[in-house]
């Protein structure tokens, strides 16, 4: 069974820095792209970033570009997401996702993905 668990969530200051963590367990770290989702109050769930585990190719999309960096570390089976800069907007609940699916980090959407993490919240204050 895959299971993916974050953590690292919290309430910071704009211009702050966050880390989040997801630990995955039952998914082989191979030819795979496993990434980040948020959402928003009232909006829906977009793509923040992905990477493949084997090349680790990434991509981030437009809003977090320069300021997140995403990240694994294989013998921990564990993902990160580096959140510097933090804007407001930046405030959702973050979920980690897994695809098992043959695509590129740049096809990093909702509806390719086998796996989701339960969520943890980011609130970032002005």
């Known amino acids: 069974e895959v299971q993916l668990v974050e953590s690292g969530g919290g309430l910071v200051q704009a211009g702050g820095s966050l880390r989040l963590s997801c630990g995955i367990s039952?998914?082989?770290?191979?030819?795979?792209?496993i990434g980040w989702f948020r959402q928003a109050p009232g909006k829906e769930r977009e793509g923040v970033s992905s990477i493949n585990t084997k090349f680790l190719s990434t991509y981030y999309a437009e809003p977090v570009k320069g300021r997140f960096t995403i990240s694994t570390d294989k013998a921990k089976s564990t993902m990160y997401l580096q959140m510097n800069n933090l804007k407001p907007e930046d405030t959702a609940v973050y979920y980690c996702?897994?695809?098992?699916?043959?695509?590129?980090?740049?096809?990093?959407?909702?509806?390719?993905?086998?796996?989701w993490g339960q969520g943890t919240l980011v609130t970032v204050s002005s």
């Open positions: 996702a897994a695809s098992g699916r043959l695509l590129r980090p740049s096809q990093w959407d909702k509806s390719w993905v086998d796996y």
């Open positions: 039952g998914f082989a770290f191979g030819d795979d792209v």
